[in-house]
Structure formats: C-alpha cells, structure tokens
C-alpha cells in the first residue's frame, strides 16, 4: 500500500492528479486521512518547487488601489501577499508563522507585547527593513484617517515604542491573541509604514509590482532579493486579472489563460472535476456569506422585523439548492466549529409562522428591497431568490435587485440597508468580531451597536481562564444571533481551482487561493 500510495502522491505533486482522486484511493486501500494528508504533504515538499515561466491567476473582485489599508476583495488580498510581507502570518494548521517579527512576548499580564525584528529583510526600494517600519506602520493604521481596516483593534494600542530591533506594544487591556490580530493582511510593513505613500506598492514581498491597472490586472517579478526563496517566489512573473463573472473566469482556467481560480460555482463542481487537467479545490473553514441588515436605518432598527427576516430564510433549502452540499448551515452569528472556542447554539430554523407573528409586530407593510449581486458570493442572486420565495410565504414581500457586479463593492456593500456579502472568517472569534461586529469596527456595515457586546468582547481579551472565556464568546453569539443586524444563511466551502502543472498546491482553510498565497507559493511544473 504505500508504495502504491507514494507513487500516488508525487504524481499529485506533479500536477498529474487531482487531490481528491489521491484521498479517494488512500481511503479506499485502508489509508487514514491523516495519513493521506501527512504523504500527500511530503510528496508536495519533495516534489521541490520549479523556477520560471509566468504564473496566472483569474479572481473575483475589483478594488480601488494597491493601499493594504483598503485592501477588502481577493483580487487585492492575493497581490497583496504577493508584494507585501507581514509581520506575523497564520499557518494552515490555525497556529501562528513569524515573518518579519521573529519572536512575539508577552509579559504576564498580556498588556505588554515585545516584537523582535528580523534582520536581513530588504524592500523592493533597496531600503532594509526596520523596528521603525514595522512600528510606523502599526501607527498609520491605528490613525483613523487611514480608514484601515485594522484601525478597530488597534484602538486597544495604548502605545508603540521602538527600542532597538524590538517594537514594544502596550495596550490599553490585556490580550493573549494579539499575534493573531498582527496577522491581519492589512498590516502589510510599508516604507515608513507607508505613511509617504501607502499607493507606492513598494514591501518586502517575493514580487515586486510591474503592473498596476485596479479592476483590471495585476503583474509581478520575482524580487531577487526576497529573504525567503526557498518558500516563496518560484514563477518569474505573476499576473492577476479580475475576472467577476464565473462563465468567464471558469473558461480561462480550461482555456489555459490562467493557471488558477477562486469561486467556482458549486453548480458545475462535478462537471468541472470532469475537465483532464483541472483540480477542484475545496477546503471548509470559517469563510461564509451574510445578509446585513442597517440596525440604524427604518424600518430595519426595528429588531422585530430583524427577527422576523430570520425566520422567513429556510436556510437548508440554500444550502442543498445553491451551495449544493458544499457548505454547512448558519445560524445568524459568524462562527463556527473551525474556531477552537466555539459553542454550539441551537440551530434556528426555518418558521413562517412566527416570522408572520413578528413581522406583524413590526408594523411595516410595503416590500423590502434586497441588494445582490453574483460577486457578493458565487450563487448569490439564486439565493436572494430562495430568501424571496420563503419569505413570500410567511407574508413578507421581498424586492430582489441585481446589481452591477463592477459597482457592488463600492456602492452597495456598507452603503445600502440590505445587502449580500461575504466573508473569509478569521483565525479567532476576537479577531472575526472585533472587525466586523462591535460598535467602531471599520466593516461593521449592519451598524450593529450594543454595549454589552462590546464589553464581553473586552473582558474575553483578558481572561486566561479559557472556560470562561470560551462562556463570553457563547454569550456574545446569542446576544448578535438574537439582536444583531445579519442573516447567515450557511458557510460555504471554499472552491477553487487548479489547472495542470501547478505545483506546491496546500490546502489553507484561511482564504480562498490558499490563504491568497496561492501565487506567491505555488510553481509551474512544466
């Protein structure tokens, strides 16, 4: 069996068979998963990574500038760990990789934190990088004018010092998770932290930008002088095009015009796992999509009618209609067993009855205009439809419009009262919460505000206690679940794709496209 089974795994390596065929074939010779993912690991590492040629990438999203400030769509995260370098970064297994920051401290009470710089790391401009950069880069994103989505966590910095090749972080309250908040891509070290120009598209990536054309197409070549090139950096030239449309993005990826993709359509999986050459991607994690409803605008800061939107989605029929399978169900709070202190809630259902009970309360008549679009998440349109056509039932008149997916991100996410989006998780519940949830978080685009969220939220940073801990974070589910300003219909499975010869592939359940790593990490094997 394992020769067989090694025999297997370098042709995975190789680019010559899919994963999934591999998995399937260990299991079906005896082969635990563990070990099939242990071997299959190996063979990717000693297959070794292959130097040359241009590697392709074909992604959803269009964004407004190279700034890791705004950076929000995978079109710009992936280039953005292309160019950029972190300061700490998670691994695929949910721990924590030191990148420019070699060693993280904290004294007893977690209120003090001491980074220890690494040296030899250079910026594309020739500059080494410095104690200074990484500390003048904290400050541009703790400063609100930077409009960062960092700026909401970062608030708990009381002050950022440099001694030496050490930043030391004070904060405002103790937080044990604090590497994991530091590994948020925003935070990509800049030049002065990017405080002359965070445009500038200058890091200390493995690519060094040649191309910038936001919206349209991003390019790279390798840095020759990346600190790490025997992990990242083996194509001699990255490119990215955005792509929003799947027919499109999916024929590029059989065509041969792009190497990789992310959000196939969980519609034509089975059908695109038939194409010779292609491999289909698919990793479960926290990554999930939301229907966010404005807590401050009529008639949804009435949390009757919040509640009774709730009840009117049959979120099983989404995810056996739309998702296909590939996903699990929501439960109107954005976390799930991935999370390690995660709590399982009771499972709200689908209830037409009572969703007519508290629509009535509510006192609204009228429809409800709902904003979508297909780049809100693969299938979105489908279920808007699906939430139309349950509601219908419990006497809610629900308008679906479609929008333009150019536009979307700019003038209908956060901008509208309701609307779809999506999300890729984070590696902790703070982290996830602290972004997205809490009363002066940057993307808290349901304007949910409630103090007691807030406080637990603060309090959960500080407790050592992880039973305790884990209680705030159970509390703080039901108190969004039940007052907040989301529908969430179900996680979906993050479904990407390879074409032939594409090398080093390793599943990051993170984000799409291997965290956004995919280019930056990957190689072409022939």
């Given at each position: 069996?394992?020769?067989?089974?090694?025999?297997?795994?370098?042709?995975?390596?190789?680019?010559?068979?899919?994963?999934?065929?591999?998995?399937?074939?260990?299991?079906?010779?005896?082969?635990?998963?563990?070990?099939?993912?242990?071997?299959?690991?190996?063979?990717?590492?000693?297959?070794?990574?292959?130097?040359?040629?241009?590697?392709?990438?074909?992604?959803?999203?269009?964004?407004?500038?190279?700034?890791?400030?705004?950076?929000?769509?995978?079109?710009?995260?992936?280039?953005?760990?292309?160019?950029?370098?972190?300061?700490?970064?998670?691994?695929?297994?949910?721990?924590?990789?030191?990148?420019?920051?070699?060693?993280?401290?904290?004294?007893?009470?977690?209120?003090?934190?001491?980074?220890?710089?690494?040296?030899?790391?250079?910026?594309?401009?020739?500059?080494?990088?410095?104690?200074?950069?990484?500390?003048?880069?904290?400050?541009?994103?703790?400063?609100?004018?930077?409009?960062?989505?960092?700026?909401?966590?970062?608030?708990?910095?009381?002050?950022?010092?440099?001694?030496?090749?050490?930043?030391?972080?004070?904060?405002?309250?103790?937080?044990?998770?604090?590497?994991?908040?530091?590994?948020?891509?925003?935070?990509?070290?800049?030049?002065?932290?990017?405080?002359?120009?965070?445009?500038?598209?200058?890091?200390?990536?493995?690519?060094?930008?040649?191309?910038?054309?936001?919206?349209?197409?991003?390019?790279?070549?390798?840095?020759?002088?990346?600190?790490?090139?025997?992990?990242?950096?083996?194509?001699?030239?990255?490119?990215?095009?955005?792509?929003?449309?799947?027919?499109?993005?999916?024929?590029?990826?059989?065509?041969?015009?792009?190497?990789?993709?992310?959000?196939?359509?969980?519609?034509?999986?089975?059908?695109?796992?038939?194409?010779?050459?292609?491999?289909?991607?698919?990793?479960?994690?926290?990554?999930?999509?939301?229907?966010?409803?404005?807590?401050?605008?009529?008639?949804?800061?009435?949390?009757?009618?919040?509640?009774?939107?709730?009840?009117?989605?049959?979120?099983?029929?989404?995810?056996?209609?739309?998702?296909?399978?590939?996903?699990?169900?929501?439960?109107?709070?954005?976390?799930?067993?991935?999370?390690?202190?995660?709590?399982?809630?009771?499972?709200?259902?689908?209830?037409?009855?009572?969703?007519?009970?508290?629509?009535?309360?509510?006192?609204?008549?009228?429809?409800?205009?709902?904003?979508?679009?297909?780049?809100?998440?693969?299938?979105?349109?489908?279920?808007?439809?699906?939430?139309?056509?349950?509601?219908?039932?419990?006497?809610?008149?629900?308008?679906?419009?479609?929008?333009?997916?150019?536009?979307?991100?700019?003038?209908?996410?956060?901008?509208?009262?309701?609307?779809?989006?999506?999300?890729?998780?984070?590696?902790?519940?703070?982290?996830?919460?602290?972004?997205?949830?809490?009363?002066?978080?940057?993307?808290?685009?349901?304007?949910?505000?409630?103090?007691?969220?807030?406080?637990?939220?603060?309090?959960?940073?500080?407790?050592?206690?992880?039973?305790?801990?884990?209680?705030?974070?159970?509390?703080?589910?039901?108190?969004?679940?039940?007052?907040?300003?989301?529908?969430?219909?179900?996680?979906?499975?993050?479904l990407d794709g390879t074409g032939p010869n594409v090398g080093g592939w390793i599943d990051d359940p993170h984000q799409q496209l291997m965290n956004g790593y995919g280019l930056a990490k990957c190689w072409l094997t022939a």
């Amino acid at each position: 069996m394992p020769t067989e089974l090694e025999y297997l795994s370098r042709s995975v390596a190789a680019g010559k068979l899919s994963r999934r065929n591999f998995l399937g074939r260990a299991l079906a010779l005896g082969a635990t998963a563990s070990f099939a993912s242990l071997l299959l690991t190996n063979a990717v590492k000693a297959a070794g990574p292959v130097r040359g040629g241009i590697l392709k990438a074909g992604l959803i999203g269009k964004d407004p500038s190279l700034d890791p400030a705004l950076a929000q769509v995978m079109t710009q995260l992936t280039f953005l760990k292309s160019w950029g370098e972190v300061i700490v970064e998670y691994a695929p297994d949910g721990g924590i990789e030191y990148r420019i920051a070699e060693e993280a401290n904290a004294s007893k009470d977690a209120k003090t934190w001491t980074l220890k710089i690494r040296d030899g790391i250079e910026f594309h401009n020739g500059k080494t990088v410095t104690a200074e950069d990484v500390a003048a880069t904290l400050e541009r994103h703790m400063n609100p004018s930077s409009k960062s989505a960092a700026f909401s966590y970062l608030k708990g910095v009381e002050t950022v010092k440099v001694d030496g090749k050490e930043v030391v972080i004070t904060l405002k309250e103790p937080n044990a998770d604090l590497p994991y908040l530091l590994a948020d891509y925003h935070l990509v070290v800049q030049p002065n932290g990017g405080k002359d120009d965070p445009n500038a598209g200058i890091g200390a990536g493995p690519y060094k930008v040649t191309v910038n054309e936001p919206g349209v197409r991003f390019g790279g070549e390798r840095f020759a002088n990346y600190w790490q090139p025997d992990k990242m950096g083996f194509a001699d030239q990255i490119e990215i095009l955005a792509i929003g449309d799947t027919t499109p993005r999916m024929a590029a990826l059989q065509s041969g015009q792009v190497h990789m993709v992310n959000g196939i359509d969980p519609k034509i999986v089975d059908r695109i796992k038939q194409v010779p050459g292609i491999t289909v991607r698919e990793t479960a994690g926290p990554t999930h999509f939301v229907f966010d409803m404005a807590c401050d605008k009529a008639p949804f800061d009435s949390r009757d009618l919040r509640m009774a939107l709730k009840l009117a989605i049959d979120r099983e029929a989404i995810l056996e209609k739309v998702l296909l399978g590939h996903g699990s169900l929501g439960n109107d709070f954005p976390i799930n067993a991935s999370y390690p202190l995660f709590t399982e809630i009771e499972q709200r259902k689908y209830d037409p009855d009572q969703a007519k009970f508290y629509y009535k309360k509510s006192g609204h008549e009228g429809p409800l205009v709902f904003r979508v679009s297909d780049v809100a998440f693969t299938g979105a349109v489908d279920a808007g439809q699906l939430f139309q056509y349950s509601a219908a039932k419990a006497g809610i008149n629900i308008e679906v419009k479609r929008e333009p997916a150019d536009s979307y991100f700019a003038e209908v996410v956060g901008k509208q009262p309701f609307f779809a989006d999506n999300w890729g998780g984070r590696s902790t519940q703070d982290l996830m919460y602290s972004v997205a949830y809490t009363s002066t978080a940057a993307w808290n685009f349901s304007n949910f505000r409630n103090e007691k969220f807030d406080s637990l939220l603060v309090a959960a940073r500080g407790e050592f206690d992880q039973a305790k801990r884990k209680q705030m974070y159970y509390d703080m589910a039901v108190i969004l679940r039940d007052e907040g300003g989301i529908i969430m219909p179900a996680f979906m499975h993050v479904l990407d794709g390879t074409g032939p010869n594409v090398g080093g592939w390793i599943d990051d359940p993170h984000q799409q496209l291997m965290n956004g790593y995919g280019l930056a990490k990957c190689w072409l094997t022939a």
